[in-house]
C-alpha cells in the first residue's frame, strides 16, 4: 500500500490528547491520528456538508407558488403609492 506524508500542525492541547490515546489504546501516534479521522470524519461529513436539494414535487409546486390575493393587493398598494424625495 503507497502512502503520503502529510504535515500537521496540532496545538499542544489536541497533540497530548492524541499523545494520551496513543498510550492508552497501544497504537502508535500515526495509527491514533488515522483511526481518530477514520472514525470522525463521517461526523464532520454530516455536519459540514449540505444534504442534496431535491426538485419540488408537482403539489408542493402548487402549495409554494400558489396565487395569495392578500398579498397581490398590499404589493399592488406599496407599488403605486409615491416615492418619498431623497433626503438632502
Known amino acids: 500500500m503507497k502512502s503520503d506524508t ?6 499542544n492541547d489536541l497533540l497530548s490528547e492524541v499523545r494520551q490515546t496513543a498510550k492508552e ?16 470524519l463521517p461526523k464532520l461529513r454530516e455536519q459540514l456538508v449540505a444534504p442534496a436539494l431535491k426538485p419540488f414535487t408537482d403539489a408542493e409546486v402548487k402549495v409554494a407558488f400558489k396565487r395569495n390575493r392578500e398579498w397581490e393587493a398590499f404589493e399592488s398598494a406599496m ?6 424625495p431623497p433626503e438632502e
Open 79 to 84: 407599488t403605486s403609492a409615491p416615492a418619498l
Open 6 to 11: 502529510y504535515s500537521l500542525a496540532l496545538p
Open 25 to 40: 489504546t497501544g497504537l502508535s501516534m500515526a495509527d491514533a491520528m488515522r483511526q481518530s479521522m477514520k472514525l470522525g
